[in-house]
């Protein structure tokens, strides 16, 4: 959902306030979010998270991700060079 107002008329501004607090307050969250997880960098590095507390894992395969990952084993074996590869999955039907 985006939040926001209609476009603005001459003279009115495009951010109001709200808007940017809005804005700065995603880019504080963001900014702190693990690159791997998502988690409040803040929080999973602190020393007390140590060993995990406080965190449970759920492993979960993603079978598009296994698919592109077989077609990329497929290429290696086949002597094909993975440098600069991007996968595209797509769906059937």
């Known amino acids: 959902m985006f939040l926001g107002r209609p476009w ?9 306030a709200e ?8 880019a504080e969250v963001e ?3 693990c690159p791997d997880c998502g988690q409040p960098w803040s929080e999973a590095s602190a020393p007390e998270a140590a060993d995990g ?9 993603c079978h598009a991700c296994a698919t592109g990952a077989t077609a990329v084993e497929a ?7 993975t440098h600069g590869l ?6 059937r039907g």
Do not use: C, M
């Open 8 to 16: 603005p008329g001459p003279g009115e501004p495009l951010w109001l």
């Open 19 to 26: 808007d940017r607090a809005w804005a700065l307050a995603l």
């Open 53 to 61: 507390a406080g965190y449970d894992a759920d492993l979960v395969r």
């Open 86 to 91: 991007h996968v595209v999955i797509s769906k």
């Open 75 to 81: 290429h290696e074996r086949d002597g094909g060079k």
């Open 31 to 33: 900014a702190d979010a």
